[in-house]
């Protein structure tokens, strides 16, 4: 039985989603809680998945890297985190299917004080439940 070319094209698209929805962590640019331009298409993705999965719960975890002191990043940590439900809310995600939690500077991804550790660890995790 071959496919019609919709269903090869939906099929196509389904790839596409399940691939994008691979990524689960979101970078963020020094002292700043603004999505990036290239996180959007990826969390639209997952958008697209809890709310046709409106069981599905996710946690948000907002990380710092270590500058600036403790306080500061958790609460950087947290605006990182409230920006990436904000953006999931728009594209149709339940506030009750998410929570979100701030790690600040206590769980870096990597160990380091390079440019390029803290941005590794400037940054948001999905964590499906």
Do not use: C
């Not at 990380?63 to 306080?71: A, F, L, P, Q």
């Not at 339940?94 to 660890?121: D, F, I, L």
Request: no cysteine; hydrophobic share 35%.
């Amino acid at each position: 039985s071959s496919m019609t070319e919709e269903q090869r094209m939906e099929a196509q698209q389904q790839a596409e989603q399940d691939a994008l929805r691979e990524i689960t962590t979101f970078y963020f640019d020094f002292d700043t809680s603004e999505i990036k331009p290239e996180a959007r298409d990826v969390l639209v993705a997952h958008a697209r998945y809890l709310s046709s999965n409106p069981r599905q719960k996710v946690r948000l975890e907002g990380h710092g890297d270590e500058r600036g002191s403790k306080e500061y990043n958790l609460a950087l940590g947290e605006r990182r985190a409230n920006a990436v439900q904000r953006f999931l809310i728009v594209n149709g995600v339940s506030r009750g299917q998410m929570e979100t939690v701030s790690y600040g500077e206590e769980k870096p991804a990597v160990m380091g004080s390079s440019e390029s550790a803290w941005a590794q660890n400037r940054r948001v995790q999905l964590e499906f439940e």
